[in-house]
């Protein structure tokens, strides 16, 4: 049952919507022209972050990617100084400014922002690509229909559980491969080993394509429809000195010119630091604002034929960009401490999202306080180590590890997934099966053996390959780590469309032929980590061979700094060398070549003090960031 919501009321929620959305395309064009001239100053270098992309996912707290697409189009900007006008005064949205900003001149420009007053973005986009004889691919927020996707359930050993989290961690360190990628990978290997155990079964080696959802004919429709609703809801003239509506101006004044932003990185800094914070709280509203409005199918109220037209030419918005401020909204609806800390601009946007998005994990009672210990914990950790531990917490869970809960875990859990990551890094999963099955055929990998190992390592005395803390004693294994009968558990699964059709159809070839062998392993989706392991498992042995593998996988294959998460990873003395720093464990640290080479020796824009254990860290020429092994200490 649809929620009622009459027309008058629909008006009003449409009103505070588009206020607050043409105030963003100005915050938009801030941020994006701020962080353009920090990154043009080495701002980011500067303060001790190897990428800008670092920098804005521990500093601006939004989608990296997102603030990337606003500093290209500040960039392009510069060269449309009236496009940039109509942006900041409200009078086109983000999503026509970019589309204009892909095809304007300084000659066309005025031209195209009155037509583009007049007409819908899809229709401008449209023109403009006939025009131009090709796509508008610039007007990458008009692209957002995602695909759908599918949750497959299957029911599995423990030890298979293990064994696929085994091959994630590989994947993840090692490779950098995750999410929807990672499962194309191991659907990719498992149908390239089905090929090859029988070669006459026709097994697909790339997912079925998705099915273009959307016809011609709708298209069209929807094209009419649109056109009709915009010239409803044009509003006269083309006013590009046109400020505020409402006089709301809270925080933020008139946009700077862009040659009068400081040259100072550390007050752009300040500078973007703030605009992060009003994005947040700008989110949440917009969030709850658009809950009502959709909830209502607001947009059909006021005669708009779809969602996606109603965000594009009303709001300028993409839809994606919309939904996801309406998932969190109602992801934190009753969840306090992380509206209050949104709010109050102590976590951002990014944190915010993984918080409430963990916290419903739990489906049962205490989410709020769950919630609650998690913002607790992400004021004390970077937004990089936060996402760290909430995967900590995540695996665990799904490896039934003692003790596990979803709660913000301890120094010693955080420690025994390193270990167990390190292990899974060093192939240390990888056995061979009792039998060959075909010709120059062996499958590898299993997680009881990761799991025995992992609890050698506990109860051996030596100080693990994680350093000199002693393994956490008693073994926190779970009891059913035997040779009896294991206990099922249920994986869930969630994949785009098209690799779940992947994923049934090479299930089935997968049945057909564990009919005919009896070593395959024995569900489906060991089989994939097998096939996976198998096709990999040179490329890991060779890396174990490699100097300061040890030290690497300790690290994850990855850059220790709190805030950075590349993985060309070289060995750094934490004492240097020249002052008498040693090989050993507690004075090596993993460093990107970005972070060691030009950040700590070439700049001193970081600085990292021994033990490898607690590494004090300290981010900036002038030290902006306190980081005391994982603890937050200070951020300016
Ligand atoms: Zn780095």
């Known amino acids: 049952m649809t929620p009622h919501l009459d027309p008058a009321a629909a008006e009003e929620i449409d009103r505070d919507l588009a206020r607050l959305t043409r105030r963003d395309g100005r915050l938009a064009l801030a941020l994006g022209e701020t962080m353009e001239r920090f990154a043009r100053l080495a701002g980011p270098a500067k303060l001790g972050y190897s990428s800008r992309k670092a920098y804005t996912t521990q500093v601006v707290?939004?989608?990296?990617?997102?603030?990337?697409?606003?500093?290209?189009?500040?960039r392009r900007l510069q060269e449309l100084p009236?496009?940039?006008?109509?942006?900041?005064?409200?009078?086109?949205?983000?999503?026509?400014?970019?589309?204009?900003?892909?095809?304007?001149?300084?000659?066309?420009?005025?031209?195209?922002?009155?037509?583009?007053?007049r007409t819908t973005v899809a229709r401008m986009k449209e023109r403009l690509a006939n025009a131009a004889k090709q796509a508008a691919e610039a007007d990458d927020s008009c692209d957002d229909e995602e695909q759908p996707r599918s949750t497959i359930e299957t029911t599995v050993p423990l030890d298979h559980v293990w064994a696929y989290e085994g091959i994630k961690l590989l994947m993840a360190s090692a490779f950098g491969v995750r999410g929807d990628e990672a499962a194309e990978y191991l659907l990719a290997e498992a149908a390239i080993a089905l090929s090859m155990l029988d070669p006459e079964l026709?097994?697909?080696?790339?997912?079925?394509?998705?099915?273009?959802?959307?016809?011609?004919?709708?298209?069209?429709?929807?094209?009419?429809?649109?056109?009709?609703?915009?010239?409803?809801?044009?509003?006269?003239?083309?006013?590009?000195?046109?400020?505020?509506?409402?006089?709301?101006?809270?925080?933020?004044?008139?946009?700077?010119?862009?040659?009068?932003?400081?040259?100072?990185?550390?007050?752009?800094?300040?500078?973007?630091?703030?605009?992060?914070?009003?994005?947040?709280?700008?989110?949440?509203?917009?969030?709850?604002?658009?809950?009502?409005?959709?909830?209502?199918?607001?947009?059909?109220?006021?005669?708009?034929?779809?969602?996606?037209?109603?965000?594009?030419?009303?709001?300028?918005?993409?839809?994606?960009?919309?939904?996801?401020?309406?998932?969190?909204?109602?992801?934190?609806?009753?969840?306090?401490?992380?509206?209050?800390?949104?709010?109050?601009?102590?976590?951002?946007?990014e944190a915010a999202t993984m918080i409430a998005r963990h916290a419903h994990t739990s489906r049962g009672f205490g989410k709020a306080e769950l919630a609650r210990e998690w913002v607790e914990r992400a004021r004390a950790r970077t937004v990089v180590h936060l996402r760290e531990e909430l995967d900590v917490a995540k695996t665990r869970r799904r490896l039934e590890l003692e003790d596990a809960s979803l709660a913000p875990p301890d120094e010693a859990a955080v420690q025994e997934f390193q270990e167990l990551r390190a292990m899974a890094l060093k192939g240390e999963m990888f056995v061979p099966s009792k039998q060959p099955l075909a010709d120059g055929f062996q499958l590898f990998v299993t997680g009881a053996e990761l799991k025995r190992r992992l609890a050698e390592g506990?109860?051996?005395?030596?100080?693990?390959?994680?350093?000199?803390?002693?393994?956490?004693?008693?073994?926190?294994?779970?009891?059913?780590?035997?040779?009896?009968?294991?206990?099922?558990?249920?994986?869930?699964?969630?994949?785009?469309?098209?690799?779940?059709?992947?994923?049934?159809?090479?299930?089935?070839?997968?049945?057909?032929?564990?009919?005919?062998?009896?070593?395959?392993?024995?569900?489906?989706?060991?089989?994939?980590?097998?096939?996976?392991?198998?096709?990999?498992?040179?490329?890991?042995?060779?890396?174990?061979?490699?100097?300061?593998?040890?030290?690497?996988?300790?690290?994850?294959?990855r850059c220790v700094s709190p805030v950075c998460t590349r993985s060309d990873v070289t060995l750094h003395h934490l004492r240097f060398r020249s002052r008498g720093g040693g090989h050993e464990a507690s004075n090596t640290a993993s460093l990107c070549s970005c972070c060691h080479l030009e950040l700590v020796h070439d700049r001193a824009a970081i600085r990292a003090e021994p033990p490898a254990e607690t590494i004090r860290w300290l981010l900036g020429k002038v030290p902006q960031l306190e980081v005391l092994g994982r603890e937050l200490k200070q951020a300016a």
């Open 61 to 74: 707290g939004q989608p990296a990617r997102w603030v990337g697409d606003m500093c290209a189009l500040a």
């Open 82 to 117: 009236l496009t940039r006008a109509a942006l900041a005064a409200g009078t086109i949205g983000r999503s026509m400014a970019a589309l204009l900003a892909g095809h304007a001149t300084p000659e066309t420009e005025l031209a195209l922002l009155l037509e583009a007053k």
């Open 458 to 557: 506990r109860t051996d005395t030596k100080a693990g390959a994680i350093g000199c803390q002693p393994p956490p004693a008693p073994p926190r294994l779970p009891s059913s780590h035997g040779d009896g009968p294991q206990p099922m558990r249920r994986v869930r699964l969630n994949l785009p469309d098209d690799l779940a059709r992947w994923y049934r159809r090479l299930n089935r070839d997968w049945q057909v032929l564990s009919s005919e062998h009896d070593n395959l392993g024995t569900t489906f989706l060991e089989f994939l980590c097998m096939a996976m392991a198998t096709s990999w498992r040179h490329i890991v042995e060779a890396a174990r061979d490699v100097k300061w593998a040890d030290i690497y996988a300790r690290d994850g294959y």
């Open 202 to 349: 026709d097994v697909p080696v790339a997912p079925p394509r998705h099915p273009n959802a959307k016809g011609h004919h709708e298209q069209r429709e929807m094209d009419a429809a649109c056109r009709k609703a915009a010239e409803e809801a044009a509003e006269p003239g083309l006013d590009l000195s046109r400020e505020e509506d409402g006089g709301d101006s809270d925080d933020d004044g008139p946009l700077t010119p862009i040659d009068e932003l400081s040259d100072d990185v550390y007050v752009l800094h300040q500078k973007l630091k703030a605009l992060g914070m009003t994005f947040g709280r700008r989110d949440l509203e917009l969030g709850q604002l658009a809950d009502t409005f959709w909830a209502a199918r607001g947009w059909k109220v006021l005669g708009y034929a779809t969602e996606t037209q109603y965000c594009r030419e009303r709001l300028g918005l993409s839809k994606s960009s919309v939904r996801k401020r309406i998932e969190l909204a109602r992801d934190i609806d009753q969840l306090p401490a992380v509206t209050q800390a949104l709010e109050g601009g102590r976590i951002g946007f």
